[in-house]
């Protein structure tokens, strides 16, 4: 079983168009990080929110935490086939003593020209 | 600066052999993960150091695995009698201090595939 369910799975869209990925969980997370990777690399970080109902913004990109800090969505404005990639959510759980940074599934984007 | 490197890129083995996988973290960085990463799912968390020790390997799949950071700096996970299962990307991480608000700079990660 999933911890951070991310859906969609795969979105296939057209240069131009609007959307947002979603993260949900039953868990509640100290934290909420967003990356992107690209083929053969690894991941890298767009942004942290930590506040429930926190909402950043990064150029055409626009981040939202849930007030509860269970969820949380990514929308984008605009899509360019330069934001083509997997977008992944990842949330950070105190268990114990330590952290675990628990990944979702991934969104797979496909912006087409 | 350099950023994470992991060596080799790409290893090929065969069912029951032993591999050691490299991680050189970003210079200065006292924590360091290791995750997996099967086709199609996201990073799977398997251990961490926080200087040479373990903070937590709760991760790790079974004892076949294990993982090292003798001096602080590199470090090299180690899987014996590989199973086709544990084909995967195997990425790491590595952070000025622990989880949390301290980002995670990733390497490329080394594609072990296990035939």
């Known amino acids: 079983t999933q911890l951070l369910e991310q859906s969609p799975q795969f979105l296939s869209i057209q240069e131009g168009e609007n959307l947002t990925v979603y993260c949900n969980s039953s868990s509640v997370f100290s934290s909420l990080q967003w990356y992107r990777q690209e083929p053969g690399e690894g991941p890298v970080l767009l942004v942290t929110v930590v506040t429930g109902g926190e909402v950043k913004k990064l150029k055409r990109l626009t981040f939202q935490f849930g007030d509860a800090r269970k969820d949380s969505s990514l929308h984008i404005t605009a899509a360019q086939p330069g934001d083509t990639g997997l977008y992944l959510c990842?949330?950070?759980?105190?268990?114990?003593?330590?952290?675990?940074?628990?990944f979702g599934s991934g969104t797979r984007l496909l912006v087409r020209p | 600066g350099a950023g994470v490197s992991q060596t080799p890129s790409n290893k090929v083995t065969e069912k029951g052999k032993y591999v050691e996988l490299r991680c050189d973290p970003i210079?200065?960085?006292?924590?360091l993960y290791w995750y997996r990463q099967s086709l199609g799912q996201g990073p799977e968390f398997l251990i961490y150091f926080q200087g040479t020790g373990a903070a937590d390997d709760s991760g790790l799949p079974n004892d076949r695995f294990f993982a090292v950071r003798p001096e602080g700096s590199v470090s090299t996970l180690k899987i014996q009698r590989t199973e086709r299962g544990d084909s995967a990307v195997y990425l790491c991480a590595s952070s000025l201090g622990l989880f949390d608000y301290n980002e995670q700079f990733f390497g490329p990660g080394t594609r072990l595939t296990v035939l």
């Open positions: 990842a949330g950070t759980l105190r268990m114990d003593s330590s952290y675990k940074l628990i």
């Open positions: 210079s200065g960085h006292t924590a």
